[in-house]
């Protein structure tokens, strides 16, 4: 399976060459649209899913979190860079989920290893908090997807 750079995470000396507009291509906004209506829609059904027994439910909605979140946001800030000229109001939102996002995320994951490691009041406190902040980052780039 090969995976793809976060465009959030693209350095600014290989965004620009691997983005540019090339003559013929197509701007609308429906082809960077239809993966964030995906990732709302299965971020709807994934809440609601079973969890198998055995397995935490605080992990596995961390878990899920951390893939919708790292998905909505990449997808939105694709749209935005594609379309900044449409939408140039979108620019400073997509600017602070550029700054905010990798962080909460990162957090994410060492909150959800340290849960699995020690099961404590502690850590379960860390991983909801980081839980929430992914959650909200997710929520931003959803909402200003026009």
Not at 26 to 43: D, E, F, G, N, T
Not at 57 to 84: C, H, K, M, S, W
Request: aromatic residues 8%; proline residues 6%; contains cysteine.
């Amino acid at each position: 399976m090969t995976f793809h750079r976060p465009f959030f995470l693209a350095t600014s000396s290989n965004t620009a060459a691997e983005h540019q507009h090339k003559p013929g291509q197509s701007l609308s906004p429906i082809r960077y649209l239809a993966p964030a209506w995906i990732v709302a829609i299965l971020a709807v059904f994934l809440s609601g899913c079973a969890i198998l027994p055995g397995n935490d439910p605080l992990v596995v909605r961390a878990e899920q979190a951390a893939r919708i979140g790292y998905a909505t946001v990449d997808a939105f800030l694709r749209f935005e860079f594609e379309n900044r000229k449409t939408y140039p109001g979108l620019k400073h939102k997509a600017d602070i989920l550029r700054e905010h996002a990798p962080k909460a995320l990162e957090k994410l994951r060492e909150a959800t290893k340290a849960y699995k490691a020690r099961k404590a009041q502690d850590t379960e406190s860390a991983l909801a908090l980081s839980l929430a902040a992914v959650e909200t980052i997710t929520r931003t780039a959803q909402e200003a997807t026009p």
